[in-house]
């Protein structure tokens, strides 16, 4: 089992940046892949990136791909999201995930929010 904590949301200009973090417990979070989601007000819950177990394969959604980066330190136990070019519509509550399957995600963090201004 593992535990997830983010931490690193804020206000922030558009055309800003912010290094999200995702610090996990227990031993074993190598063997995770991780991802980002967000969640925007009255929207489902959306995929942001993610990044398999040794950071060797990212993935994005088509909204971010370009400013933002997925990235993981073992040794920490954390996955960062480093968003860059931040818009308004990037406004959200995000949150980091962890699957050991490599199927769905059956780990979660409480979220973190970030808001960009105009």
């Known amino acids: 089992q593992v535990q997830l904590v983010e931490t690193g949301g804020g206000l922030v200009q558009a055309g800003g940046s912010l290094r999200l973090s995702c610090a996990a417990s227990?031993?074993?979070?190598?063997?995770?892949?991780m991802g980002w989601f967000r969640q925007a007000p009255g929207k489902n819950r959306e995929f942001v990136a993610d990044i398999n177990w040794s950071g060797g394969n990212t993935n994005y959604a088509e909204s971010t791909k370009g400013r933002f980066i997925i990235s993981r330190d073992n040794a920490k136990n954390t996955v960062y999201l480093q968003m860059n070019s931040l818009k308004p519509e990037d406004t959200a509550v995000y949150y980091c995930a962890a699957t050991s399957s490599g199927g769905s995600y059956g780990y979660w963090g409480q979220g973190t929010q970030v808001t960009v201004s105009s």
């Open positions: 227990g031993r074993t979070f190598s063997s995770y892949a």
